[in-house]
């Protein structure tokens, strides 16, 4: 599976932002997918997480829950990130990953890193401005 993120950009506080991933190769919808986020100096961490197919079941870490939402489409391979009522601490490069075992639950619950997440996309950078 290849990822590639888009969508990324500069966005004043307040604003919104729709991220991309898109995903070619392997059956992209038995994969669960999650987004991340990192700034520098600090681990990759956990945004959002999406279960395969229907993607029925989907978690947020707690600091963007409420404001951003993750779906897929299967038929476009794409999972996205809408992001509204984004803060200055929300810039971060943001990653979409993709796992071919784990539940949405067990991405939710990755340490700093997630390391274990099969494959990954290059990230897209957001900047959010006060």
């Known amino acids: 599976v290849q990822l590639q993120a888009s969508g990324g950009g500069l966005v004043q506080a307040g604003g919104t932002l729709r991220l991309s991933c898109a995903a070619s190769?392997?059956?992209?919808?038995?994969?669960?997918m999650g987004w991340f986020r990192q700034v520098p100096g600090k681990e990759r961490e956990f945004v959002g997480a999406?279960?395969?197919?229907?993607?029925?079941?989907?978690y947020y870490a707690d600091s963007v829950k409420g404001r951003f939402t993750i779906s897929r489409d299967n038929g476009k391979n794409t999972v996205y990130l809408q992001m509204n009522s984004l803060k200055p601490e929300d810039t971060a490069v943001y990653y979409c990953?993709?796992?071919?075992?784990?539940?949405?639950?067990?991405?939710?619950?990755?340490?700093?890193?997630?390391?274990?997440?099969?494959?990954w996309g290059k990230g897209t950078l957001v900047t959010v401005s006060s």
């Open positions: 190769g392997s059956i992209y919808s038995s994969y669960t």
């Open positions: 999406i279960s395969r197919w229907s993607g029925i079941s989907t």
């Open positions: 990953a993709a796992d071919r075992s784990r539940t949405s639950i067990q991405v939710s619950r990755m340490g700093p890193g997630a390391y274990g997440m099969n494959y």
